[in-house]
């Protein structure tokens, strides 16, 4: 059976300050769940001259400065979803979201004591590059356990680049393909357009098994199967979710159904 290929997660990883190299590895943040969209914002600079003299015509605007590009995301993280292999197991989200946050703490700038700025970042996912300074991230908190600390996040992220460039590629290597299993190989479930991972599951008695049915699938959005969807049913992830009654205290496993579904897009701006 020919080998699924692997799902490419975003990163966050940090840049040198002449935004060239990326340094400091153990600062870098692969996301949990890919986002659903990337937005790409340009602004130029322009001004409307004020001048005297004849006013009938109309004023030609002026380009008069560099343009700004901006990059808007959201991400989403969730203590009881897979975390990467040997790290350790948190209870509380924000030990995971630090990551992000960390790009938009000002850091003192070497050599010039008391000069403060956040460290450049770069956001990396397949073929797509965004070089920039993180401008703003927004938290929200969404599901507490019984001790009050919080198990799930979303961010919204906006990096910001002062200039406006031709889009480049990152280099991916050869095409992978798609995810998932490989087609012909097993009989495949297509489920109505409006029916979840949970439900199919549930109909085919392997009600149980759906996180890891949905994780050997590459669904990312077990409430969301698009048009046309089709499921693996015997299909199996090696490990799914984390035992949090370990984490929280005795409470039953929770497990994140709201991740969105990748979308894939490419170029830099």
């Known amino acids: ?20 190299e990326t ?34 015509g109309k004023a030609a605007a002026q380009f008069v400065g560099a343009g700004t590009t901006k990059l808007t995301l959201s991400l989403w993280f969730d203590v009881g979803s897979p975390q990467p292999e040997g790290a350790d197991r948190v209870d509380d989200v924000r030990k ?52 009050g600390k919080p198990l799930r996040a979303s961010l919204t992220v906006s990096i910001s680049q002062q200039e406006i460039r031709e889009f480049a590629f990152a280099d991916t290597g050869p095409d992978a393909g798609p995810t998932g299993p490989a087609p012909g190989t097993r009989p495949l479930a297509q489920p109505p357009d409006d029916a979840t991972v949970q439900g199919v599951a549930d109909a085919a008695g392997h009600g149980d098994d759906w996180p890891s049915i949905a994780a050997a699938n590459g669904i990312e959005n077990p409430r969301l199967l698009g048009a046309g969807a089709v499921l693996d049913l015997e299909a199996r992830a090696p490990s799914v979710g984390l035992d949090l009654g370990a984490a929280v205290g005795a409470e039953p496993p929770l497990l994140f159904v709201g991740a969105p579904a990748p979308v894939l897009l490419g170029g830099e701006g």
């Open 1 to 20: 059976m020919p080998e699924a290929a692997k799902l490419a997660k975003a990163e966050l990883r940090q840049l040198d300050t002449k935004f060239k």
């Open 23 to 56: 340094i400091k590895p153990k600062t870098w943040c692969t996301v949990q769940f890919n986002p659903e969209t990337l937005k790409v914002s340009f602004a130029n600079q322009i001004q409307q001259p004020s001048g005297q003299g004849d006013q009938r």
């Open 96 to 147: 995971l979201t630090s990551k992000v946050a960390y790009f938009i703490t000002p850091k003192e700038v070497p050599g010039k004591k008391g000069k403060f700025t956040p460290p450049a970042v770069r956001f990396l996912w397949g073929s797509f590059q965004f070089d920039g300074i993180m401008e703003s991230l927004e938290e929200t908190l969404e599901l507490f356990s019984p001790a």
